[in-house]
T-cell receptor
Framework: SQTIHQWPATLVQPVGSPLSLECTVEGTSNPNLYWYRQAAGRGLQLLFYSVGIGQISSEVPQNLSASRPQDRQFILSSKKLLLSDSGFYLC????????????FGSGTRLTVV | AQKITQTQPGMFVQEKEAVTLDCTYDTSDPSYGLFWYKQPSSGEMIFLIYQGSYDQQNATEGRYSLNFQKARKSANLVISASQLGDSAMYFCAMREKGGSYIPTFGRGTSLIVHP
């Protein structure tokens, strides 16, 4: 079966520290992968998406970056966190077939202090 | 302009009653898909239902149905026989063929089911 793993679940980081969030997908190959951020009480904002290894598209210019070193691995990074980076980060992949929904990981709640 | 509009920030419903959550969308792409997701307090996003722009019938999944009115660009979610566990945030989303199938989400509606 197809599953998506995201970690860590919770993270408290000081301003200026680096960040690395990891997302992996099992049971599928060459998935379309997405990173979303959800601010408190808000909708989902698309940060990055990837259609293949090494292929990253950025939707929102900021101090975050993403990488896809392997087919089923998607990493969100920052060299220096800002207070405004706090939020709930969700990784997602698009299922195969037109009618398949997007499956989300369990999310990472990031608090920058 | 917002592609997905959810005008109800919060909704309340009595247990066992039906509730409709509104969603309107904006697109000029003839090929698109509409989704509804549920987000309980734990944060996970749970896929509920999908409607394709060419689908002739309204989608249904158990207690969930999607009232698709294409001319009005409306895709309301109907939850029948509400349960306490339905209390959550609900997000409407759309993906367009011309938009590389990347889903765009609305701001969500908070649903609270009262016993």
């Amino acid at each position: 079966s197809q599953t998506i793993h995201q970690w860590p679940a919770t993270l408290v980081q000081p301003v200026g520290s680096p960040l690395s969030l990891e997302c992996t997908v099992e049971g599928t190959s060459n998935p379309n992968l997405y990173w979303y951020r959800q601010a408190a009480g808000r909708g989902l904002q698309l940060l990055f998406y990837s259609v293949g290894i090494g292929q990253i598209s950025s939707e929102v210019p900021q101090n975050l970056s993403a990488s896809r070193p392997q087919d089923r691995q998607f990493i969100l990074s920052s060299k220096k966190l800002l207070l405004s980076d706090s939020g709930f980060y969700l990784c997602a992949w698009r299922g195969t077939g037109l009618h398949y929904g997007y499956t989300f990981g369990s999310g990472t709640r990031l608090t920058v202090v | 302009a917002q592609k997905i509009t959810q005008t109800q920030p919060g909704m309340f419903v009595q247990e066992k009653e039906a509730v409709t959550l509104d969603c309107t969308y904006d697109t000029s792409d003839p090929s698109y898909g509409l989704f509804w997701y549920k987000q309980p307090s734990s944060g996970e996003m749970i896929f509920l239902i999908y409607q394709g722009s060419y689908d002739q019938q309204n989608a249904t999944e158990g207690r969930y149905s999607l009232n698709f009115q294409k001319a009005r660009k409306s895709a309301n979610l109907v939850i029948s026989a509400s349960q306490l566990g339905d209390s959550a945030m609900y997000f409407c989303a759309m993906r367009e063929k011309g938009g590389s199938y990347i889903p765009t989400f609305g701001r969500g509606t908070s649903l609270i089911v009262h016993p």
